[in-house]
């Protein structure tokens, strides 16, 4: 849990600078709602910490952070706000599938560790998120975009390459 809310504010902090600097109106939308997406389910791993262990969930270490699949590094983060306007938005596009890519492996190592079952069922909604959040910021739409979100529910599409 503290590990995806880590993972998930910063990319709340990446998708609100694309909600400002895409130059695509649809990749702004998407940034949106990411960020609304995100920070949402922040709130929902809060509340549940606190209330499952009454106390504020700690920050995650500098190693845990280094150890975290698709965590961005501050010099990422940084290439992303100062990039120039006209390649914002394929650098973007670029970071945030590394991120989410990360983000859906977290999510699967965590449906195979047999966890709480609210905790399984949030890993199934962000891997699937995620997934399809990929697909639309790579420009992928109607029936493929169909078939595709239905192969995500079952499957990691996103780092099966890395698994082979």
């Not at 952070?65 to 120039?84: C, F, H, S, Y």
Request: glycine fraction near 6%; charge should be neutral.
């Amino acid at each position: 849990m503290r590990q995806m809310r880590t993972h998930h504010e910063q990319g709340v902090e990446i998708a609100a600078i694309a909600a400002q600097r895409a130059q695509d109106p649809h990749l702004r939308a998407l940034s949106r709602l990411m960020v609304a997406s995100q920070a949402g389910e922040v709130k929902i791993l809060q509340s549940w910490w606190q209330n499952w262990f009454n106390e504020p969930m700690a920050l995650c270490s500098a190693v845990e952070r280094a150890d975290m699949p698709g965590l961005l590094t501050a010099e990422q983060i940084d290439r992303l706000k100062t990039a120039e306007t006209h390649s914002f938005d394929a650098l973007f596009v670029q970071l945030m599938t590394v991120h989410h890519a990360g983000a859906v492996a977290m999510a699967d190592k965590e449906l195979r560790g047999g966890g709480d079952l609210r905790l399984r069922v949030m890993a199934v909604s962000i891997r699937h998120e995620q997934q399809g959040e990929i697909a639309l910021m790579h420009g992928v739409s109607g029936f493929a975009a169909v078939a595709q979100a239905v192969q995500n529910m079952f499957w990691d599409r996103v780092n099966r390459e890395e698994k082979k």
